[in-house]
């Protein structure tokens, strides 16, 4: 395969008074043309850190890239000067976060913050830019469009703003998407359309998606592979069949036994993972979910494992799978 985008052993540390907090450790992950990924993992985990990263949105300091490589198209982001990753971002890479009244600019009208990009970016005359504004508006499901480019964000309900934040994403058509929680802070219903709307949309334009969640949920319907994160590691890759009917990595069984399933059976409670991942300025030397896993041996504790490849598509880090030590050592 030709991956669009390809992280191979990304750390990223930031340094905080008296330490330094290893955020992302060792991360290695590819998405290819047309395909969404989802990485997923509870907070702390790297996920954002690794999203952000992509964009060069890490500031340094307090961040340090310490090693690892991104290469978008063939090209090494991390080699960029600022000003070209101007031109990348929003252009070829588009982002959505999680709370759009941030993003947006709340004195200026949503269709001017969508020309703003066009102009940038297209070289449209204003009336070429202010048509396509339009054309978006509608593309994301907002009714009356040719007046609600007019309004301001305050005048948009969250749902609403959400929908124009993911116009102005896909305003330069980029090859690949990122949305980091897109809609955490929106109700239940209201992040049912988003994620069907994003899904129509990628199928429409072909673009690529990362999609950041905790909420292995959401997942389900959008993704066809998922990445799962744990302090910093990518702990079990595998297609969205892969993960949820044959999870290899005790993490990613935890996460979806605390998941709400509609299949859910009335005597099978959700158990969610007891304690709390390890604290990042002095991560364990053994697996970091050692002190949390049911599963724990004795290895464990003092040496991380490699991550074991299961198929062509799933891989789980975790010593359980290490052939030597099959039904042998116990803690
Ligand atoms: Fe659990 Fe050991 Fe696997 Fe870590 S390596 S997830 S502690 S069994
Ligand atoms: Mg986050």
């Known amino acids: 395969s030709n991956p669009i985008l390809s992280i191979s052993d990304l750390h990223i540390s930031f340094h905080v008074r008296g330490g330094e907090v290893q955020a992302v450790r060792g991360v290695s992950l590819e998405v290819n043309r047309g395909e969404s990924v989802a990485i997923v993992g509870e907070s702390g985990?790297?996920?954002?850190?690794?999203?952000?990263?992509?964009?060069?949105?890490?500031?340094?300091?307090?961040?340090?890239?310490?090693?690892?490589s991104i290469t978008f198209k063939g090209e090494d982001l991390l080699a960029k000067t600022e000003k070209e990753m101007e031109s990348i971002r929003g252009k070829e890479i588009g982002m959505i976060?999680?709370?759009?009244?941030?993003s947006l600019n709340p004195t200026l009208t949503v269709g001017r913050q969508i020309t703003e990009v066009l102009r940038k970016h297209q070289n449209m005359s204003s009336t070429e830019a202010t048509n396509r504004a339009v054309e978006l508006l509608n593309l994301v499901g907002i009714p009356n469009a040719a007046e609600r480019v007019k309004q301001f964000p305050h005048q948009f309900s969250g749902g609403m703003r959400q929908r124009v934040m993911i116009a102005i994403a896909l305003a330069c058509n980029p090859s690949l998407l990122i949305a980091d929680e897109p809609t955490t802070a929106l109700d239940v219903t209201i992040q049912a359309q988003i994620m069907t709307l994003m899904k129509e949309l990628q199928e429409k334009t072909g673009t690529s998606i990362i999609l950041?969640?905790?909420?292995?949920?959401?997942?389900?319907?959008?993704?066809?592979?998922?990445?799962?994160?744990?302090?910093?590691?990518?702990?079990?890759?595998?297609?969205?069949?892969?993960?949820?009917?044959?999870?290899?990595?005790?993490?990613?069984?935890?996460?979806?036994?605390?998941?709400p399933r509609l299949d859910q059976k009335k005597d099978e409670p959700l158990v969610p993972i007891i304690g709390t991942p390890p604290d990042m300025s002095s991560p364990p030397k053994g697996c970091a979910f050692c002190a949390r896993c049911d599963e724990a041996m004795r290895i464990c504790v003092d040496n991380d494992p490699q991550a074991y490849v299961l198929s062509e598509t799933q891989t789980a880090k975790c010593w359980l799978h290490d052939s030597a030590l099959k039904g042998g050592e116990s803690a």
């Open 97 to 102: 976060f999680q709370d759009p009244m941030t």
């Open 45 to 68: 985990s790297g996920k954002s850190v690794t999203a952000q990263s992509i964009l060069r949105l890490i500031p340094t300091p307090p961040g340090e890239f310490k090693q690892g």
């Open 212 to 259: 950041i969640t905790h909420d292995l949920g959401i997942v389900a319907d959008m993704c066809d592979r998922v990445v799962v994160m744990y302090a910093g590691k990518v702990v079990e890759t595998g297609t969205k069949q892969e993960i949820f009917k044959n999870p290899q990595h005790p993490y990613t069984r935890g996460l979806l036994r605390s998941l």
